[in-house]
């Protein structure tokens, strides 16, 4: 286990009833890498802490999603990030490959994956692709791109 991983396992475990929060997400941005923050901004959308996902974002943050799109942290909080945290809450997703780099203050991770689960009452079964763009600022790594895409999982 790297160091990494076991800051962000104890700063998790010292939140109150192993919730994550806005202070302990931003902890563990502050104090890991660009990979980690993206973990710990799922993390903080599956325990449904939307102050701790916008924390991780830069205020101009573009998000886009299945052809759509978002072009600040604000329009995100506002418009989709309460479905986004009703349907992670769902799901189970599993990484498949994931790929990041970093130069100077920018880094990216690239994802992808398949989302498993029921949200409104139908199950899903989707392949996914994550982009996330990193740049560092006082007080960590923040992400200032997210693109999403999904498809249907081939029929087992």
Do not use: C, N
């Amino acid at each position: 286990m790297s160091l990494r991983v076991l800051t962000l396992s104890i700063v998790l475990a010292a939140s109150p009833l192993a919730a994550v929060t806005a202070p302990a997400v931003a902890l563990a941005a502050s104090q890991s890498g660009p990979v980690l923050t993206v973990d710990a901004f799922h993390a903080a959308m599956g325990k449904g802490d939307a102050a701790g996902v916008a924390d991780l974002l830069l205020d101009d943050a573009v998000i886009f999603e299945q052809g759509g799109a978002e072009s600040s942290k604000a329009e995100y909080v506002e418009a989709h990030l309460p479905g986004d945290i009703a349907y992670s809450q769902g799901m189970t997703d599993t990484i498949t490959s994931r790929r990041s780099g970093v130069e100077g203050k920018i880094a990216w991770v690239l994802t992808q994956g398949r989302t498993t689960g029921v949200y409104e009452k139908k199950t899903v079964d989707r392949l996914t692709t994550e982009t996330m763009v990193l740049k560092k600022v006082k007080g960590g790594w923040r992400i200032a791109h997210i693109h999403w895409s999904s498809h249907a999982a081939p029929a087992k």
